[in-house]
């Protein structure tokens, strides 16, 4: 049965920490050179697998004690904090540099667009800090569904906003800023699971 509040909590810790990464300005830069719907459903098919995956190996982490299961998952999301904490400080820097990079891999058409959209994101995603967050997601609260339907759909939105609404929304907020939203709810999600530890 899928627990909606594991849903939305898997929801709202990937969506934070993937709107400031590089899949924001991947799907961004190709979507303006490419078909954005094209697009997105090459990065939708790339989260689907990468999911899918993390999900099955937090699946598999979930046999282990559960005490031990809580301490990783705090210390990913601590983890997860800290990386997004430096790389604020460079994010608006290095978002220039990402743009180019991924608009240079753009030239694609038709069938190649989402073929290219998929290799692009999934080579650029492969042992990401929104995998590994499923992946403790999936082991802390045993759950494997309903977190694959709350990361992947968080990832599903990232990567429509950056097709949709991309360059309007990094004219009105800086990276960094999302960098630093994104360390915030990881830090809230260590805290949780700490304190659930507790009870």
Avoid at 17 to 41: C, G, H, N, Q, Y
Avoid at 67 to 95: K, N, P, Q, T, Y
Wanted: net charge negative; charged share 15%.
């Amino acid at each position: 049965m899928i627990d909606l509040l594991v849903v939305a909590l898997a929801f709202g810790a990937i969506f934070v920490v993937e709107l400031p990464d590089k899949t924001f300005i991947a799907t961004l830069v190709m979507s303006t050179k490419m078909r954005p719907l094209f697009v997105w459903i090459g990065v939708a098919l790339a989260f689907f697998v990468q999911t899918a995956v993390a999900v099955g190996v937090g699946k598999a982490a979930s046999f282990l004690p559960e005490d031990l299961i809580h301490v990783v998952a705090a210390l990913m999301f601590v983890i997860g904090a800290i990386i997004l904490f430096r790389e604020a400080r460079s994010a608006d820097e290095e978002e220039k540099e990402s743009e180019e990079e991924y608009a240079a891999r753009s030239t694609a058409q038709g069938l190649r667009v989402i073929v290219t959209s998929f290799l692009v994101l999934f080579a650029a995603e492969w042992g990401d800090l929104s995998q590994l967050l499923t992946i403790s997601l999936v082991a802390k609260y045993d759950d494997p569904v309903s977190v694959f339907l709350g990361a992947w759909g968080a990832l599903l939105a990232v990567s429509g906003l950056a097709v949709i609404v991309g360059r309007i929304l990094l004219q009105h907020v800086r990276l960094a800023v999302l960098h630093y939203v994104g360390a915030t709810v990881c830090v809230l999600m260590a805290a949780l699971t700490v304190w659930e530890m507790t009870r």
